[in-house]
């Protein structure tokens, strides 16, 4: 089992990916109240700071349960927290799923495809694993866009959490 202050931190050019902490509830519940970042995450819909707080803390709970998880994506030169990336495998999922989540007044920067390359590198040069998925709604070609950037190829469609939804994987070389 991992202790949390176990929980890597990777660097990128522009970004910091580190462990989630408590003094990111703001950050995530500004993420959780903006309609354009939620509409394709569960049932679309905004959620309130309670859910943030919790987010975080079963963030935590998935970097003990399974030794890795989301990191916290923090802007190297300000420090500011401006999304989240990583790996996470709750009951039920189709494989392990790399995922990425950037705050809108972010977009367009190339942040995400950043953050998820660097946790894909990590997934397979230091964790070992050997494919990662990532479930992606139809109509989130930004997402899509992300997926192939880090070597993701559209593998089928599947019915998962009562919806339609498109599995991309990627398998280390």
Do not use: C
């Not at 923090?74 to 009951?91: C, M, N, Q, V, Y």
């Not at 995400?112 to 989130?140: G, Q």
């Amino acid at each position: 089992m991992l202790d949390l202050n176990e929980i890597p931190t990777l660097e990128t050019p522009r970004l910091r990916l580190r462990r989630p902490r408590e003094r990111d509830t703001d950050g995530v519940a500004g993420l959780f109240a903006d309609a354009r970042y939620m509409r394709f995450l569960g049932d679309g819909k905004t959620a309130d700071r309670a859910a943030s707080w919790r987010a975080i803390a079963g963030a935590l709970g998935h970097w003990v349960l399974r030794d890795y998880g989301f990191f916290s994506i923090e802007d190297k030169a300000t420090g500011l927290f401006i999304g989240w990336s990583g790996l996470l495998h709750p009951e039920g999922w189709p494989g392990i799923e790399i995922a990425w989540g950037i705050a809108p007044s972010f977009w367009g920067q190339g942040l995400a495809t950043e953050a998820a390359r660097s946790v894909r590198d990590y997934a397979f040069e230091s964790l070992r694993l050997k494919r990662l998925v990532s479930i992606i709604h139809p109509e989130n070609t930004a997402s899509i866009r992300v997926a192939l950037k880090i070597g993701e190829r559209f593998e089928r469609s599947i019915e998962f959490q009562q919806k339609r939804l498109q599995l991309y994987a990627v398998v280390a070389a």
